[in-house]
């Protein structure tokens, strides 16, 4: 098998701010990370490859300093990674973003043919789920989204079976090979990586591609160009005013409870859509 996973560096959203000036994310006020479910994709497909042989590469779009999520994914266990890094891919939206990472994926499949393209669920920093199912457009291959499990994978008749989470439960697909899965954090827990790992990962350096290395590329489906979507603000979330304490007796308390009711009613009425 060879298992291409689509990885991005994002920052820490348990950290970054919103800049008050620009009303956009201060990715300077925050350390840049693994994409959390990326690692999860990552770590499944390594899972495959050692159960089935074969070989992971992964695949990222950002600046030089997305080097370092690559390495990170070598820890863990993929074989090589390429990152595809162009002043060109700037301002991308999911739309151009698949459409780049597209464009790598057949110069990969070129020299090795792929059987499984495994992405995390989102990007915490986006949240958008996009870019896998365009990648999967754009490649004309079965997308799957919301994977649990990958419950059994038959190479001889290039055929997988996964479960998938959907709204009141799980349902089971069968799809042909090669295809494209998008991955929940359930799917697996990303293993402590071994020394050798840590120093192979230490001293790798992945190959790197520009937009002059990539074939049959229409530029103006890439960057901004390529996007038609744009964020026109960003704002952090309102602060709640805060818990009152009702005190008294329980009379005393349902009277202050109605009391504070009916002074909020207009808010109780625009949430039930009144």
């Known amino acids: 098998m060879h298992i291409v996973v689509c990885i991005k560096q994002v920052p820490d959203t348990k950290i970054i701010k919103v800049n008050p000036k620009t009303n956009t994310l201060d990715r300077s006020s925050a350390p840049a990370i693994l994409n959390p479910y990326d ?3 990552v770590e499944e497909a390594v899972r495959l490859r050692d159960q089935h042989g074969g070989k992971v590469t992964v695949l990222s779009m950002g600046p030089p300093q997305a080097v370092n999520a690559i390495k990170k994914c070598i820890e863990i266990g993929a074989d090589e990674g390429v ?22 994926i057949e ?23 996009q870019v896998g199912p365009g990648i999967a457009r754009r490649m004309t291959i079965p997308p ?33 090979m090669p295809c494209l899965l998008t991955v929940e954090k359930e799917i697996n827990e990303v293993s402590y990586s071994p020394l050798p790992n840590m120093i192979k990962a230490a001293r790798y350096q992945p190959t ?24 026109g603000k960003m704002w952090p979330p309102a602060k709640s005013e805060g818990a009152k304490r009702i005190e008294g007796d329980a009379k005393s308390q ?21």
């Open 39 to 41: 690692a999860h994709a």
């Open 83 to 104: 990152l595809i890094s162009d002043r060109s891919f700037a301002g991308a939206d999911t739309l151009a973003t698949s459409y780049a990472l597209t464009k790598a």
């Open 107 to 129: 110069k990969i499949q070129k020299s090795e043919p792929i059987s499984l393209v495994l992405c995390g669920k989102h990007a915490i920093d986006g949240d958008t789920g």
């Open 144 to 176: 799957i989204t919301n994977v649990l499990q990958i419950e059994k994978v038959d190479l001889n008749e290039s055929k997988v079976e996964i479960r998938r989470k959907i709204e009141n439960g799980y349902e089971i697909i069968e799809s042909q």
């Open 208 to 231: 790197v591609w520009a937009v002059k290395d990539l074939d049959d590329v229409d530029m103006s489906q890439l960057g901004m160009k390529g996007s038609p979507t744009i964020v």
């Open 254 to 274: 349902v009277k202050q409870l109605v009391l504070i009711v009916l002074e909020k009613r207009e808010l109780f009425e625009q949430k039930g859509g009144r």
